[in-house]
C-alpha cells in the first residue's frame, strides 16, 4: 500500500480548521450496479467488490434485496454475498426496501450490518417518484410513520432520524421549496419528541439530481438552526446535473466540528435510479473525487487513493465502459517523489494520460520536442529536500 508521507501530501496553506467528521459510503455495487447490465458476471462483480474492500473505505453496500423481476441486476445477490471475501475493517450493508426484502438480508447477518444504526421515518416529497420506484404513494409513506414509532419505543429506541428523499426536486413535479422541506421533517420529530425518542439525525435524498450548493447550504443551516440536537447528517447526491460535490464541499463548509457529515459516492460516478429518468447520467460523486478532495482539505479518509484509482480502472473493465470520475484519468496532484518526469513527451490522449499509473509505456510513441534533457534549479530543490527526508540509503524501506 503506498501511503504518502507528510511532505508528498502536506499543502502549504495546511488543513482546513473547523470542518465536520466525514464518513463515507460506497455505493458502487449498489446504486452504480442498478444501472449497469444485468449480464455481468458474478465473478467480475466479485472482483470489483474485492478491490474496494483493499482499499481502506470503511463502508461498502454491496446491493439490494429487492425483485428480480424489476431489478435483474441485483439477481444474483444471493450469490455476491454468499461469496464475497470481507475484509478487516470494513463495514458491508445493503438496501432493502420492504420486510421481505429485509428478511432476505437478515439470512447473511454475519456478513451484512442493517444500513440504519437507528430506526427513522422518511417521506418523498415527490409522490410520483415514489408511485414509479416504490410502488406505493407518499401518503402511505405519511402514514407508516406511528407504526415505525411505536415499534421503535417498544424495542426501547433512545435515539431516531428523520429523512426526506427526492428533496430538492423532481422530474415530475419541479422544484421543491425549503418551507415544504421543514415542514415533513418537522412532523416526523414531532413524533417521535412525542414519544420520547430524541431525534439526532437526518437523511436527505436526491435521486434525479437537483441539488445546488447554495440550497443545500440553506437547508442544513435551518435544520442545525431549529434541531440543535440533530448533529449527523447523511447526504445521497446525484450528479445529473455536475452539482453533486459542488454542493458536498457547501456542505463540508457549512456545517461544524460538532457533526459528522455522511457522504454517499460511488466508484467512477457510476449510479442511477432506473425510475428517475435519466439512467446512466443520472450518476453519482464519484468515490476517487471524494476522497482526493477530502484529503486536500486535510480529512483522513484512511483511503488509500492509489489503490482507489485501480478499482474505478477496474470498475470500466467490469462495466465495458467509460466512467465518469476525474481523478481516476488524470490522476492525483502529483508530490515530490512522484511528480512528472521533466522531459515528459507530448501527452495528448487519455492512455497516455494514465503514465501516472501505468509508466512511461502509454507514452512511448509520444512525440517530442525536447532535444536536450529539461534542468531546473527549482526541481532540484525539491528532489534534494526529498532525498533528506528519506534518509540515507542504508535506512530505507526496501
Known sequence: MHMRSEFETGAPWGPVAGLPRVEIVEEGMREGMQIESADIAVDEKLRLLDALSRTGLRTIVVGSFVSPAWTPQMADIDELVSRFTP????????????????????????????????PRTLVHLCDVFVRRNNNRSQQAEIDEWPSIVERAVERGETRAGIAINAAW???????????????????????WS????????????DPMGWNLPHHVESQLRA?????????????????????????????LRTLGPECTLVLDSSIGGMGGCPYGGHGHMTRMIATEDLVDLLEE??????????????????????????LWGHVAKAGPRPRPGRLFPMDLPFIETEAQAQHFRLGPTVYADARSPWKTAITSPARDTIDDALEREAGPVENREP
Open 194 to 205: 412525542a414519544a420520547g425518542v430524541q431525534v439526532d439525525r437526518v437523511w436527505i435524498g
Open 297 to 322: 482539505l486535510g480529512v483522513d479518509t484512511g483511503v488509500d487513493l492509489d489503490r482507489l484509482i485501480e478499482a474505478a480502472a477496474i470498475a470500466e473493465e467490469v462495466v465495458g465502459h467509460p
Open 87 to 118: 475484509a478487516a475493517g470494513v463495514t458491508y450493508t445493503a438496501l432493502a426496501l420492504n420486510e421481505r426484502g429485509r428478511e432476505r438480508m437478515r439470512h447473511y447477518a454475519g456478513r451484512l450490518v442493517e444500513p440504519d444504526e437507528v
Open 169 to 191: 426536486g423532481s422530474n415530475w413535479l419541479g422544484p421543491f421549496d425549503e418551507a415544504t422541506r421543514m415542514d415533513l421533517l418537522a412532523r416526523q420529530h414531532e413524533l
Open 223 to 251: 435544520i442545525r438552526e431549529r434541531w440543535p440536537a440533530i448533529t449527523r447528517f447523511h447526504l445521497h447526491l446525484h450528479d445529473a446535473r455536475g452539482m453533486a460535490l459542488v454542493s458536498a464541499y457547501t456542505a
